[in-house]
């Protein structure tokens, strides 16, 4: 059973940042994509970036890049999303997950908990 646990979201002012973290067990860290959501109130759930599982190739959303990293830690199984530069817009639960494919297209089948970023104005 893979397990996925964020951890990393708290309250910060707009051009602050913040890292998420994403700690899986389960499974070896090679096996799945591993990709970042986030959803608002009210609204749907978004995708932010991902990262593939061999290569290490990084995708985001357009609202994202250049301010938004994913990065992955092979030894801890841990996938982390640095957020810079964050602005009010960027409030919302995020959630890690884990697939099979690439980017935002990948069929993601596993998910955490999710975390909350509250950034105020």
């Known amino acids: 059973q893979v397990q996925l646990v964020e951890s990393g979201g708290g309250l910060v002012q707009a051009g602050g940042s913040l890292r998420l973290s994403c700690a899986a067990s389960g499974h070896t860290f090679g096996y799945y994509a591993r990709g970042w959501f986030r959803q608002a109130p009210g609204k749907e759930r978004e995708f932010v970036g991902a990262?593939?599982?061999?290569?290490?190739?990084?995708f985001y959303a357009d609202s994202v890049k250049g301010r938004f990293i994913i990065s992955r830690d092979y030894a801890e199984n841990t996938v982390y999303l640095q957020m810079n530069s964050l602005k009010p817009e960027d409030t919302a639960a995020y959630y890690c997950a884990a697939g099979l494919g690439e980017g935002p297209t990948a069929t993601y089948v596993y998910w955490g908990q999710g975390t909350q970023v509250t950034v105020s104005s």
């Open positions: 990262i593939t599982r061999s290569s290490g190739r990084t």
